[in-house]
């Protein structure tokens, strides 16, 4: 099996510390708010490469930490005259809610970052005392960057190109401009824990250091999460661990690609910001995990009605090409031969869920040539060790189409009286309502038929 390494920007056979054993870190949500289209695709493509590593025999302790004390959910309760913990409770079990549908297997552990806060001042304290980190006249403590040989190795970023560029905040209290805060000095109103460095609350950065440090050890095999976390989150990480313990921190790297909204970033400024909630409630939600797979995890992925529309066909073929047949969901796979050896060969080149998909199509067109039982389970077995085809037949069909054909009939004779009016801007709607709830209309000579997307 080979992973891209962030750290070394190439591809590495992986061997873990353990053999058999993995252990893996993920960086989870921030709970304020409802988790986005980018926190779905980070936790689909880290669930995928988790039941892979299943898959493949290996027992998988993984960590994914919840960051429930920052600047945001301060001020997000504030605005709601609610205390901090209710909040974050709320959308926790929100969190979970969404990720459930997307076939997201929760955890082994998940942390919250307020449960180790003696474990980061251990660390902080550590950091004092070996000269990397320092306390200002604010009573901020905060983490002297240049002091750490090598920062900027996993982002490919230098000091000197950093400070040039001013891509840092300018503070003051700070020994240098680059260093960033291990502990900030309590405000008035804020909530806040006793420290010998005074009352205060933990920095951003701390929390992951040391949660991963005390449930998976100084050293583990692999750390995960977006790419916009490689600098200056993960960076941060590693200048404190490593300071902290003097080994390496993580073995392997890994940071799945961007996610775009039609071509463009999503963003709340240019109105096209969706919540994941947003999206589950218009789209099936394997529809919707099956589109993310279908992109290779370290590529942009572009978010599109089309796209969308273009997956659930696919996903639908899948499941039409199993529907003759009753499952026997225990049979076991034979790696070394046939369509098993080329999509084992696919998912072990660095989780290429893309190239492994294309193996399930294959044994789509090669079930309707010939009708094969063994195909069909094979088929099956295949598309669940990476989170697909979970559900019962019956069960897919019935939940594709939420409108009625006897309502699709009454829209397309809409659309044609729209037509014939030179309505176009109303018959375009009829089609795209439609469309979005997994309804493809087909003009034909003969008239306008219908299927499901």
Known sequence: MKIYNSFTRQKEEFVPIEKNQIKMYVCGQTVYDYCHLGHARKSVVFDMVRRWFIASDYMVSYVENITDIDDKIINRA???????????????????????????????????????????????????????????????????????????????????????????????????????????????????WESKFGNGRPGWHIECSAMSEELLGKNFDIHGGGQDLQFPHHENEIAQSEAHNSCKFANYWMHNGFLNINDEKMSKSLGNFFTLRDVLDKYDAETIRFFMLRTHYRSPLNFSHDGLSDAKGGLTRLYTAIKPYTINKDEHIDWNIGYASKFKQAMDDDFNTALAISVLFEIVSQINKEPNQQLAELLVMLSRSIGLLTREVKEFFNSSSKISPKLIEEQIKNRQIAKQNKDFALADKIRNDLLEQGIILEDKPTGTIWRNG
Do not use: C
Request: hydrophobic fraction near 35%.
């Open 78 to 192: 504030i605005e709601n005259k609610e205390d901090i913990n209710t909040l974050t409770s709320r959308f926790i079990a929100y969190m979970h809610e969404d990720f459930d549908k997307l076939g997201i297997i929760r955890p082994d552990l998940e942390p919250r970052a307020t449960e180790y806060i003696p474990q980061m001042l251990n660390i902080i304290e550590s950091l004092i005392e070996k000269g990397y980190a320092y306390q200002a006249s604010n009573g901020d403590v905060y983490y002297a960057v240049r002091k750490f040989v090598g920062y900027g190795q996993l982002s490919g970023k230098t000091l000197d190109s950093l400070r040039a560029g001013e891509r840092v905040e300018v503070d003051t209290n700070k020994q240098d401009p680059l260093d960033f805060v291990l502990w900030k000095a309590s405000k008035q109103g804020e909530p806040f």
